[in-house]
């Protein structure tokens, strides 16, 4: 099992987007959405360590991590709970005209939240968000929901979805395996590269939690 998704690292990376562009492009990119903000940008330092540059975690985020995965370039922000699902990598996406992929393997944590999602969008997909295909077993407070929208991909287990269990219709494990399909090796540990880290130097008023505090939560 890698660090991220709900890996070792948790609950840092629960939630990771996959840009199918180079790490330039996307840092590029992001410091672009930010042209209105002072901006500190970290020299690039080795996976895994330099994930600690994500906590204490934030609401609202406040820094960024950008590293390449394979052929993928991987962005993670510090908001609290894993990370914000609906960062700025689908948005970064569509200005490049390239593929993006968010995927969140989040464990039970705080009074029965939990899920494993799977958002693929690119420029085939539904105007305006561009989304080809999404797959959603989420629990808040103990009660879990199903989503499921656009055309099945080639790869997909439709058996799984008939599941009783919602929980058993998409899990970790096939969560990966479809990233993998997809030609993203999140898996790999070895397939993340040196990352950089966007520090946005606001002001404004912001929760901050620290990892140890994250950790008391999930494992209560």
Request: with cysteine; hydrophobic share 35%.
């Amino acid at each position: 099992m890698s660090r991220l998704l709900g890996g070792s690292a948790s609950p840092i990376g629960w939630s990771v987007q996959y840009i199918h562009a180079s790490p330039d492009s996307v840092l590029d990119a992001v410091r672009k959405v930010h042209t209105e903000v002072e901006l500190r940008v970290s020299p690039p330092r080795p996976y895994p360590e330099v994930l600690e540059n994500l906590v204490p975690f934030e609401a609202p985020w406040a820094r960024e991590l950008v590293m390449r995965c394979g052929n993928w370039t991987a962005y993670l922000n510090n908001f609290v709970n894993g990370g914000d699902l609906t960062g700025i990598g689908p948005a970064i996406a569509r200005d490049l005209d390239v593929r993006c992929v968010v995927a969140e393997h989040s464990p039970r944590h705080g009074p029965g939240h939990e899920g494993t999602q799977l958002w693929v969008m690119g420029p085939q997909g539904e105007p305006p968000l561009i989304y080809e295909r999404t797959l959603s077993a989420v629990a808040a407070d103990g009660r879990w929901k199903w989503y499921e929208s656009g055309c099945p991909l080639p790869f997909e287990d439709l058996s799984r979805y008939t599941a009783r269990r919602i929980r058993d219709r998409l899990d970790r494990a096939l969560l990966t395996r479809y990233l993998q399909e997809l030609g993203i090796p999140a898996e790999d540990d070895d397939a993340y590269g040196h990352g950089v880290v966007v520090q946005q130097l606001v002001r404004w008023p912001r929760r901050t939690v620290s990892l140890a505090d994250a950790n008391r939560e999930l494992n209560r």
